[in-house]
């Protein structure tokens, strides 16, 4: 099915900022059957256009005259399979599996998460079943809390709160994996349904299948849906849409805006 996608960012500072810098991730990924017909991305100056280690498109903008206001909008027309595709086959990594078992910080366990781990996931070969079985595990112990307003705690703070935003939870199942040496990746999207939402899943590595396996970590299953895959890697700050650094302008309000038609 065609989608005709916006993704519109606006950032407004409290006080003029002298500077800032951005590193935006908002072109998909032709991935999964996944096909891009058109896209652009239209920043207030002229990017500079790159693939990052980890193979995602990205556009990266200065700004060095004084600023409030910042307006960035990703737009397109992407086909999108009917069918969702539970597993990636034909990818273009560069990149051996493998890179994606150490933790980072976000990824970073504590002791209950390691029992945790070893509990529900540990007790027999990695598998599809055996994964999607801890998971629904996970998602009886985690409360979803909404991803808008939240700050990414990481998995072993999410997991001790008990509550955590889809990132956190996704940062939850790459630990786990990680620790019983299986690779996985952080990925992040779109999910179309009603409407369109920014939304999170992982990729894990399963020799069993030969290839990549995406599962919906809050609802538990594998990932199928209308999904959109933007970026990969090794958390969420590889792949959020977007990360910048600034001078001045003290705090900085950002308000996203997705349509899908």
């Not at 598998?127 to 991803?147: E, F, K, M, V, Y």
């Not at 620790?179 to 999910?191: C, E, K, N, T, W």
């Not at 349904?193 to 590595?205: L, S």
Request: one cysteine or more; glycine letters at 8%; a negative charge.
């Amino acid at each position: 099915m065609q989608y005709t996608i916006r993704h519109e960012t606006r950032c407004h500072f409290d006080h003029p900022a002298s500077y800032s810098i951005r590193n935006l991730r908002v072109t998909p990924r032709e991935e999964g059957g996944l096909r891009i017909t058109q896209w652009q991305v239209s920043t207030p100056t002229r990017p500079t256009l790159g693939i990052d280690a980890w193979g995602n498109t990205t556009h990266q903008i200065a700004l060095t005259e004084p600023h409030e206001d910042v307006r960035i909008i990703a737009s397109g027309i992407v086909e999108v399979p009917d069918q969702a595709q539970v597993h990636l086959e034909a990818l273009n990594d560069l990149l051996p599996a493998q890179i994606y078992l150490p933790q980072t910080n976000l990824t970073a366990p504590d002791d209950a998460l390691r029992e945790f781990a070893l509990t529900h996931f540990g007790s027999a070969p990695p598998s599809i079943p055996r994964l999607s079985d801890g998971l629904t595990a996970l998602q009886a112990l985690i409360t979803p809390s909404p991803s808008a307003g939240e700050s990414i705690l990481g998995a072993a703070k999410g997991f001790a709160r008990r509550s955590a935003t889809v990132q956190d939870q996704v940062h939850m199942m790459l630990s786990i994996c990680r620790q019983l040496g299986i690779p996985a990746r952080f990925v992040s999207g779109y999910m179309l349904g009603e409407k369109i939402t920014e939304y999170a899943w992982a990729d894990v590595w399963l020799a069993s299948e030969g290839h990549w396996i995406s599962f919906d970590v809050r609802r538990a299953h594998t990932a199928y849906g209308r999904l959109i895959r933007l970026a990969v890697g090794r958390d969420y700050l590889d792949t959020c849409p977007m990360r910048t650094a600034h001078q001045g302008g003290g705090h900085e309000e950002v308000r996203v805006s997705l349509q899908a038609v």
